[in-house]
């Protein structure tokens, strides 16, 4: 196990944090190991909870033509939100994780592994999250809030999936992606079906960015025992990448089909180049894929907010078409 007084970012930056970022620079000190905890200083993840939240609301909108300030509220909370509960679903994941991450080079910088916080202290950090979180749940529909209630289990559940699944990235959708049923609640009131499709189609998107992200641990895992779909791929990778993005795609044309208005073709149309754009996306990053050279592979993990971004914008465009 790597000793703590051998890491070199103890004191300072986690080993694969984005260089230069504003937690390293500007965060006051005694901050820095919780907002590392958090993964403040790698915002990657965020954006990846946060984007099927606004594949559902701007769904939503579209399908029952309606758009009130409440709709910016939710925009706006399933931001704050996807900050708080990213927070605290790595917090716990490093509580669950910190004796194997001590053993994984990548990870052996993290604040509990490295001696920066005691494990007290980041559970109360992860508690504190998950209250702030609530207080902004509870300005949404009963239903919403129901379904933001039940997303605890997945969370709570995901960082111990690799210990008994060669599939732990489909817990991760699970949870990930849970932010399509409770935004398009949060709009309509209700849960629908074109909701559950593009929940679907987000545990499909995951399969393939996580896979991607996880050979970069690929070596480590195999000597600690680890279970991941990039260990079990292995060189097959490319060919399971492609399964997962033709399902994504699918489902998602599936829950516009489900959702669109009939009759405003502009609108349709509008809403089927959002799936048709991220396809491309995951396409271009498949063509760049290099299984053993991790800064590639970091970097189109990453580049996945971009191909998330381009439903919202199309489905956003569908809403005043």
């Given at each position: 196990m790597t000793g703590r007084q051998q890491t070199p970012e103890a004191a300072g930056q986690v080993s694969d944090a984005v260089k230069g970022n504003w937690v390293d620079r500007i965060a006051p000190p005694a901050t820095r190991p919780y907002l590392r905890l958090s993964r403040a200083d790698r915002p990657i993840g965020t954006w990846l909870l946060l984007l099927p939240c606004w594949w559902g609301l701007t769904l939503a909108m579209v399908a029952d033509g309606r758009a009130s300030w409440f709709d910016l509220w939710i925009f706006v909370g399933c931001g704050i939100g996807a900050v708080l509960m990213r927070g605290a679903g790595c917090t716990w994941n490093d509580i669950t994780d910190r004796d194997i991450d001590g053993s994984v080079a990548r990870t052996a910088s993290r604040p509990i592994p490295s001696g920066?916080?005691?494990?007290?202290?980041?559970?109360?950090?992860?508690?504190?999250?998950?209250?702030?979180?609530?207080?902004?749940?509870?300005?949404?529909?009963?239903?919403?809030?129901?379904?933001?209630?039940?997303?605890?289990?997945?969370?709570?559940?995901?960082?111990?999936?690799?210990?008994?699944?060669?599939?732990?990235?489909?817990f991760l959708g699970i949870a990930f992606n849970w932010g399509a049923l409770l935004a398009w609640t949060a709009h309509s009131g209700s849960l629908g079906w074109p909701a559950?499709?593009?929940?679907?189609?987000?545990?499909?998107?995951?399969?393939?960015?996580?896979?991607?992200?996880?050979?970069?641990?690929?070596?480590?895992?195999?000597?600690?025992?680890?279970?991941?779909?990039?260990?079990?791929?292995?060189?097959?990778?490319?060919?399971?990448?492609?399964?997962?993005?033709?399902?994504?795609?699918?489902?998602?044309?599936?829950a516009i089909a489900l959702a669109?208005?009939?009759?405003?073709?502009?609108?349709?149309?509008?809403?089927?180049?959002?799936?048709?754009?991220?396809?491309?996306?995951?396409?271009?990053?498949?063509?760049?894929?290099?299984?053993?050279?991790?800064?590639?592979?970091?970097?189109?993990?990453?580049?996945?907010?971009?191909?998330?971004?381009?439903?919202?914008?199309?489905?956003?465009?569908?809403?005043?078409?």
């Open positions: 920066q916080v005691t494990t007290k202290q980041a559970l109360a950090w992860a508690i504190a999250q998950c209250l702030i979180a609530f207080a902004i749940l509870v300005t949404f529909p009963p239903m919403a809030i129901a379904l933001g209630i039940l997303a605890l289990g997945p969370v709570a559940i995901y960082p111990f999936a690799k210990r008994f699944t060669w599939w732990p990235q489909i559950v499709a593009l929940y679907v189609a987000g545990m499909a998107w995951t399969l393939f960015y996580d896979t991607i992200y996880a050979h970069q641990d690929k070596e480590d895992d195999a000597l600690i025992g680890v279970k991941s779909t990039a260990r079990l791929f292995g060189e097959a990778t490319p060919r399971w990448l492609s399964w997962f993005l033709a399902a994504t795609v699918a489902l998602m044309g599936l669109a208005p009939s009759g405003e073709p502009f609108k349709l149309v509008a809403l089927i180049v959002g799936p048709w754009a991220m396809g491309w996306h995951m396409l271009w990053q498949m063509r760049r894929l290099k299984l053993d050279d991790n800064d590639r592979l970091l970097q189109l993990f990453r580049s996945n907010r971009d191909a998330g971004l381009l439903p919202v914008l199309f489905f956003a465009a569908a809403i005043i078409a």
